[in-house]
C-alpha cells in the first residue's frame, strides 16, 4: 500500500520557523515527515510571519507536498523513528 497524507492528524506547528511537520500513513506503517519554512517560502506565493501563514502555506501546497512524501517514503528512505525532510528538489 502507497503512503498517503495522514488527514486526521494535525500537522506540528512547535517549531514552525523551523519548518512543519506532518505524517503519512500507508495502512499499518506511520512515518513523520517535515518540510523546512524556508522550501515553503520558495513555493510561495506568501512570506511566513506566523504560525497561521505556515500552515496556510502547508495547505496551499499539501497535495505537491504529501505527493513528494510519498515518493520518497517509497523508495525506502525511512528508517525506523527517523523524520523525512522533503526539500525543494523533491517537489520538482
Same mark, same amino acid.
Given at each position: =500500500?502507497?503512503?498517503?497524507?495522514?488527514?486526521? #492528524?494535525?500537522?506540528?506547528?512547535? %517549531?514552525?520557523?523551523?519548518?512543519?511537520?506532518?505524517? =503519512?500513513?500507508?495502512? #499499518?506503517?506511520?512515518?513523520?515527515? *517535515? @518540510?523546512?519554512?524556508? #522550501?515553503l517560502?520558495?513555493?510561495g506565493?506568501?512570506?511566513?510571519?506566523?504560525?497561521?501563514?505556515?500552515?496556510?502555506?502547508?495547505?496551499?501546497?499539501?497535495?505537491? @507536498?504529501?505527493?513528494?512524501?510519498?515518493?520518497? *517514503?517509497?523508495?525506502?528512505?525511512?528508517?525506523? %523513528?527517523? @523524520?523525512?525532510?522533503? =526539500?525543494?528538489? %523533491?517537489?520538482?
Amino acid at each position: =500500500m502507497a503512503f498517503v497524507f495522514d488527514a486526521h #492528524t494535525a500537522p506540528d506547528l512547535a %517549531n514552525w520557523r523551523q519548518g512543519v511537520r506532518f505524517c =503519512m500513513v500507508d495502512g #499499518t506503517r506511520r512515518a513523520t515527515c *517535515l @518540510i523546512g519554512t524556508s #522550501t515553503l517560502r520558495e513555493l510561495g506565493p506568501d512570506e511566513l510571519e506566523s504560525d497561521k501563514q505556515c500552515l496556510a502555506q502547508f495547505y496551499l501546497h499539501c497535495g505537491v @507536498i504529501a505527493s513528494a512524501a510519498a515518493r520518497l *517514503l517509497g523508495a525506502g528512505v525511512s528508517e525506523g %523513528n527517523s @523524520i523525512v525532510q522533503v =526539500m525543494l528538489a %523533491n517537489l520538482l
